[in-house]
Nanobody, 120 residues
Framework: VQLQASGGGLVQAGGSLRLSCAAS????????MGWFRQAPGKEREFVAA????????HYTDSVKGRFTISRDIAKNTVYLQMNSLKPEDTAVYYC??????????????WGQGTLVTVSS
């Protein structure tokens, strides 16, 4: 599985962004997909994940109610809709893939990362 993330950028606090992750490889539909992020000077952390069918999702507490993860199997794409962004959401966001529930804490495949900067 190869992953290509996009959609990052600069946004003001309270704004929205949608990240996309295009996957290639026949096994895409069988994997759980997730987003992790790494802020400057901090370790990479789990943000959100979705299982292979799209019926199960999981979020870290700090983004619940603000972020939504979804997947389009036909397009081999996973999305992260981020609303009500805060300066503390500033980080490099990584798309990832792994079996469920491994994806809730780590991944077998990683995308290249896309930078999200939220200004106050």
């Amino acid at each position: 599985v190869q992953l290509q993330a996009s959609g990052g950028g600069l946004v003001q606090a309270g704004g929205s962004l949608r990240l996309s992750c295009a996957a290639s490889g026949r096994a895409f539909s069988s994997y759980g997909m997730g987003w992790f992020r790494q802020a400057p000077g901090k370790e990479r952390e789990f943000v959100a994940a979705i299982n292979w069918s799209g019926y199960s999702t999981h979020y870290t507490d700090s983004v619940k109610g603000r972020f939504t993860i979804s997947r389009d199997i036909a397009k081999n794409t996973v999305y992260l809709q981020m609303n009500s962004l805060k300066p503390e959401d500033t980080a490099v966001y990584y798309c990832a893939a792994a079996n469920w529930p491994t994806i809730l804490s780590s991944a077998d495949y990683w995308g290249q990362g896309t930078l999200v900067t939220v200004s106050s």
